[in-house]
């Protein structure tokens, strides 16, 4: 199992060269399943017709929190700009972590 530190440099050297967060948990890097939320990506949602790719990224974090399984080291990874407007999201699934990627006002 790796801490959110490790997927974060996991997912941002990786995605920098065209290498997917899902490719990398098919190699063993993550344990879990890999999941994507984006609200200003394209083709994102948050119903079980959008797979919560890379491409394809869920448009919320509580919907990308309810696809997880506990306790099988799944990971969130949250895209630079995504925001969302609530003021409460309940992390009830144990043993999933979540990754926001970023830097500075792009941060999630």
Known sequence: MIDAATALRVATSLGSVGYSAEKAQLEGVIAGDVYWVDSNGTGAGASATVPGTFEQPFSTLTYAISRCTASKGD??????????TTTLIALNIAGVKIVGLGYGRTRP
């Open 75 to 84: 990971v969130i990874f949250v895209k630079p700009g995504h925001a969302e």
